[in-house]
């Protein structure tokens, strides 16, 4: 149970996302196109095209468990070996700079560069705390579920069983 909450509440967090996560993208890239191509650009750039491969995959596979009965096998390996290798990337990325190090940004009007660190806490700890949201949310969920019970169920009266011994013929 714990299993099936995790896939539905990741498939319903990836399709509230979707649209927000697509525009962003679109303007980080937009607001960071011309900046030197360095290895953390490079880096991103890797990481991205893993995240969209990731994406389009969570999406077939979504299509696939929605209109058909089974998934399939390779676009789920797709979707999970994508988001599995779109980390180290991304971790990368996003990893503080160190100081004196070149920085695509204007200094302010001081001569100085904007300090990030205090919005990178924020975003940290928001991704920290929407985890343990959700965890906490598929436990929940997950303990409060109770499953059929079948013992005790009476087909309806206009049930007809297949001739033979065999009740799923």
């Not at 991304?90 to 001569?111: F, T």
């Amino acid at each position: 149970v714990g299993s099936q909450m995790t896939v539905l509440v990741h498939t319903a967090a990836g399709l509230l996302v979707l649209v927000p996560f697509v525009l962003w993208q679109l303007s980080h890239w937009l607001a960071t196109r011309k900046s030197p191509r360095r290895l953390r650009k490079i880096s991103a750039y890797v990481g991205f095209w893993l995240l969209a491969a990731c994406t389009v995959s969570g999406l077939v596979i979504t299509w696939q468990a929605l209109f058909g009965i089974l998934i399939s096998h390779f676009w789920q390996q797709i979707h999970l070996w994508t988001g599995v290798l779109a980390v180290p990337f991304g971790a990368y990325h996003l990893y503080p700079r160190r100081e004196g190090g070149s920085l695509p940004i204007e200094p302010l009007a001081n001569g100085s560069l904007p300090d990030y660190g205090p919005a990178r806490r924020r975003m940290w700890k928001l991704a920290f705390g929407t985890t343990l949201a959700l965890l906490a949310l598929i436990v929940v969920v997950a303990l409060v579920y109770r499953a059929p019970a079948f013992g005790d169920y009476r087909p309806p009266a206009s049930f007809k069983p297949a001739p033979g011994g065999n009740p799923f013929a």
